[in-house]
């Protein structure tokens, strides 16, 4: 009696109220959000490494090693991560710098060649001239370069970074046995901090598996054809594998570019062929499947997720999208058993049983 009383009670404000308070407190927050960015973006980026490196400390227990060594390993672990992506990242950016000034004589060249071929079908010169000014190459290696720069610029922070990883290590050391206090009194939170996790591993792990898988093959197809710099382009498409949807477009533009310019259409054809073999197939077919299935993100969702958080966080929000997505999901949805009617929209699926991941 008192549950049908509760549910026929009117609510306190107009549900027309409550929808347009709730859409200006998110666009507050959302506010909040992209203001603090340039400090959200890198410290986000130091906790999903922590998780996605956390369960090789309780291997390390298991093994019986001290608490204290196995904590110190596994910070030690996120900055050789952290190390390997900087080195990598300068060599690119390096290697790239060094690259395009080179090619300027064939880049006027073929500017050239488009200018008298649109001369030839009767195009008048003030929209030849336009069209010239318009073809601008140069700006294609720089998409590539601006990618790499921006993770290394916030890469770059090593020091908060370092010391953020370091305090979030040890204070990780005694996390779950907090959150075991706390399962008995927030036991939807817990298991929605514990999925939250598992799916962010399970999300790394994959993208890091296929981007290192795409990487080499990449890189033979590359040195196979002659493209030049076939080692930054490799590089590129493993960074660009964490990037949903649109990744494979980005790290496609710089090689078919070079293509073009080294052996003409032709190999610039040959380019973009084995790299819709490759990584279409790979990062647009069967990862986000995998990835999507796994995580409970429809298509849709993913994409919209890369938008929204690149406009928030800027470019590195394009590679924490979907961690950033599952944090949101964990404490606006799973957190609440009233919500789980949001779940078949963001993951395209019946909703299922409520279940949740474990973890160190």
Do not use: C
């Not at 336009?130 to 720089?142: E, Q, R, Y």
């Not at 005694?174 to 999925?195: C, M, N, Q």
């Amino acid at each position: 009696m008192s549950q049908t009383t509760a549910a026929s009670r009117p609510p306190v404000l107009p549900r027309g109220l409550l929808i347009v308070v709730g859409l200006a407190a998110t666009v507050i927050a959302v506010g909040g959000l992209k203001a603090v960015g340039g400090l959200l973006g890198p410290a986000f980026l130091a906790l999903v490494l922590m998780i996605t490196v956390f369960p090789v400390r309780g291997w390390l227990v298991r093994l019986r090693v001290p608490g204290w060594l196995a904590t110190l390993v596994t910070i030690l672990v996120v900055y050789a991560v952290l190390a390997a992506m900087v080195v990598a990242l300068v060599v690119s950016v390096g290697r790239l710098a060094a690259l395009v000034p080179t090619y300027s004589p064939q880049i006027n060249d073929l500017v050239d060649k488009v200018g008298e071929l649109l001369r030839e079908r009767g195009v008048k010169q003030t929209q030849v001239n336009a069209v010239i000014k318009s073809l601008d190459f140069g700006k294609l290696f720089g998409y590539a370069t601006t990618v790499l720069q921006s993770m290394l610029s916030v890469l770059s922070n090593a020091f908060f970074i370092a010391v953020l990883v370091l305090f979030m290590g040890f204070d990780a050391a005694r996390f779950p046995r907090h959150l075991r206090d706390a399962r008995g009194e927030r036991p939807a939170v817990v298991t929605a901090l514990l999925s939250f996790a598992v799916g962010t591993r399970h999300y790394f792990a994959v993208s890091a598996g296929f981007g290192l898988v795409v990487a080499v093959v990449d890189w033979i197809a590359l040195l196979v054809i002659g493209i030049p710099a076939a080692g930054v382009w490799g590089v590129l498409s493993f960074v660009t594998n964490f990037i949903p949807n649109i990744g494979f477009v980005v790290g496609l533009v710089p090689p078919a570019v070079l293509g073009l310019l080294e052996g003409g259409v032709g190999e610039m054809v040959v380019v973009i062929v084995v790299y819709v073999v490759i990584n279409f197939v790979i990062q647009t077919v069967i990862q986000p499947k995998i990835v999507g299935d796994q995580l409970g993100l429809s298509a849709t969702v993913t994409f919209l997720s890369l938008v929204f958080w690149s406009w928030v966080l800027g470019p590195l929000g394009a590679l924490l999208a979907i961690p950033m997505t599952l944090l949101a999901k964990a404490l606006l949805v799973d957190v609440d058993p009233n919500a789980r009617w949001v779940v078949p929209l963001i993951s395209g699926r019946p909703n299922g049983p409520p279940g949740g991941g474990t973890g160190d």
